[in-house]
């Protein structure tokens, strides 16, 4: 699933995922997270609808076929945002919204 936990997890370690959002969830919240984790990590989404057993061993394999290509995007990736001291930003956000 891609809720925020997990994606604050997968953000922090910068793992290589696979998501499946889930499709109950208020506002469609876990598809947006997956969203940012596709754009930023290179994770791959597959909608619920969407996932069967065949589908999902095939992109497991092509995962980890692709995995060095992962990591180098995902190093770079990460090295362009900033996840430095989360609380100053979020403090900044907050202030500059007053």
Known sequence: RSG?????????YGKPSILVPYPYATD???YY?????EKILG???ILDQELNVEGLCLEILKFFKDINI???FISNSISRQSYINPCERIYSLIRNDL
């Open 70 to 72: 992962k990591k180098d």
């Open 4 to 12: 925020s936990s997990t994606a604050n997890e997968i953000i922090h």
């Open 43 to 45: 994770s791959k989404i």
């Open 28 to 30: 469609n919240h876990q």
């Open 33 to 37: 997270n997956a969203l940012v984790l």
